[in-house]
């Protein structure tokens, strides 16, 4: 999906909430697929998803939105806010990466 902002196209990628045991993680369906933890204090699967995104950015400027859900318990509005925090982050480092040249040019 497309969305458009500044008269340019922008990529939506979906999110959905993972729940395993008593764990949680927002997987980002995007190729490949990133997972980040969110009720774990992992920070180098935080620090591997980042980067991963980052390499993603490289190639264009994207929005995440996390599916909804029929059961939205605590972790689905923690979720959604990490989200929210993320894509506000993601366009800072965009703006920045493509000040500096770091965007991959369409051929």
């Known amino acids: 999906m497309h969305l458009v902002k500044e008269g340019k196209f922008m990529d ?26 969110i009720s774990d204090d992992n920070a180098n699967a935080v620090k591997s998803a980042f980067n991963k995104l ?12 996390l599916t909804d859900q029929e059961d939205k318990g605590l972790f ?16 800072d480092v965009y703006d ?4 500096y040249g770091f965007i991959e040019k369409p051929e």
């Open 12 to 37: 939506k990628i979906e999110a959905t909430l993972l729940t395993e045991s008593d764990k949680y993680s927002i997987q980002i369906n995007s190729e490949p697929k990133i997972i980040i933890p």
């Open 54 to 65: 980052i390499e993603q950015l490289q190639k264009g400027k994207f929005s995440i939105s």
């Open 76 to 91: 689905y509005y923690v979720a959604n806010e990490y989200i929210e925090q993320l894509n506000g982050e993601l366009s």
């Open 96 to 99: 920045n990466m493509e000040q």
